[in-house]
């Protein structure tokens, strides 16, 4: 894979991994100052993530099912 966003989209979602984080957690982990290096607005158009309420968290950031499906078809899981 030779596009770097594409690349970095998909550690976002091993990142965010199967439960969800919460949003200020990932936006500190995931914020860029590069505007060549848009994930997590790539992430958002290819509708590999969803954003959801939860009592006592706030807003979380989860993989949704499209997200997990790219994310198996391009990192299959090894063992």
């Keep these: 894979m ?25 936006m500190e982990a995931w914020r860029t100052s590069c505007p060549r290096l848009p994930v997590w607005e790539e992430a958002n158009a290819r509708g590999f993530l ?13 993989v ?5 499906a790219h994310l198996a078809a391009q990192r299959p899981r090894q063992g």
Aim: proline content about 12%; glycine content about 12%.
């Design 50 to 62: 969803t954003r959801s309420h939860r009592d006592g968290i706030g807003s979380v950031v989860g």
């Design 2 to 26: 030779s596009d770097p966003v594409a690349a970095l989209v998909l550690d976002l979602l091993e990142w965010i991994g199967p439960e969800p984080r919460p949003y200020p957690e990932v």
């Design 64 to 68: 949704s099912q499209a997200g997990l």
